[in-house]
T-cell receptor, first 116, second 115 residues
Framework: AQTVTQSQPEMSVQEAETVTLSCTYDTSENNYYLFWYKQPPSRQMILVIRQEAYKQQNATENRFSVNFQKAAKSFSLKISDSQLGDTAMYFCAFIKVYNQGGKLIFGQGTELSVKP | GAVVSQHPSWVICKSGTSVKIECRSLDFQATTMFWYRQFPKQSLMLMATSNEGSKATYEQGVEKDKFLINHASLTLSTLTVTSAHPEDSSFYIC???????????FGNGTRLTVT
């Protein structure tokens, strides 16, 4: 069975600074996807970034980037130039290749506070 | 972009009654839908996976007779909480995906309060 672990229940960062959220996972699969989702107080799940396991290049979306270390099964999220609107719960998630009946498994979450 | 509509967004019901939550894919055919439950400050726990036209697959520890899932069409899945009790109060979220390698899309969730 796959597991996803986020070891940082809470993090805080000053506005405009950089913060890194950690995530590790365990799987015997070789093909899979990893995601970071943001859940603001509205509780809407917002996809932040997605990484395909077969791609060595780390995914980047504007101020958000990941450090994907497949051998170490590590998938951290870096938020640059933090903004107040980045305050939210962040979930790391894993799914094995869709057409093999994959289901999205979430980590415990990290509550990020961006302080002015 | 693809949209998943979840209804109602919040509901209050009395203990012992049943509540139905709908999850609709508005602009794509959802071959698979997932139902999650989330307690405050906690993660999303997968309850069950439903595929159109077949019985849902429940996660270990989830009572299938209490949480009835129906995926009768490619655009609609429903979760019925039967004989609700206060401990069933929670936030329920659905997600849906189309065929092949299409991404997952989430509904806005339903806050259920059982009094």
């Amino acid at each position: 069975a796959q597991t996803v672990t986020q070891s940082q229940p809470e993090m805080s960062v000053q506005e405009a600074e950089t913060v890194t959220l950690s995530c590790t996972y365990d799987t015997s699969e070789n093909n899979y996807y990893l995601f970071w989702y943001k859940q603001p107080p509205s509780r809407q799940m917002i996809l932040v970034i997605r990484q395909e396991a077969y791609k060595q290049q780390n995914a980047t979306e504007n101020r958000f980037s990941v450090n994907f270390q497949k051998a170490a099964k590590s998938f951290s999220l870096k938020i640059s130039d933090s903004q107040l609107g980045d305050t939210a719960m962040y979930f790391c998630a894993f799914i094995k290749v869709y057409n093999q009946g994959g289901k999205l498994i979430f980590g415990q979450g990290t509550e990020l506070s961006v302080k002015p | 972009g693809a949209v998943v509509s979840q209804h109602p967004s919040w509901v209050i019901c009395k203990s012992g009654t049943s509540v139905k939550i709908e999850c609709r894919s508005l602009d794509f055919q959802a071959t698979t839908m997932f139902w999650y439950r989330q307690f405050p400050k906690q993660s999303l726990m997968l309850m069950a996976t439903s595929n159109e036209g077949s019985k849902a697959t429940y996660e270990q520890g989830v009572e299938k007779d209490k949480f009835l899932i129906n995926h009768a069409s490619l655009t609609l899945s429903t979760l019925t909480v039967t004989s609700a009790h206060p401990e069933d109060s929670s936030f329920y979220i659905c997600s849906a995906r189309g065929q092949g390698d299409s991404p997952l899309h989430f509904g806005n969730g339903t806050r259920l309060t059982v009094t």
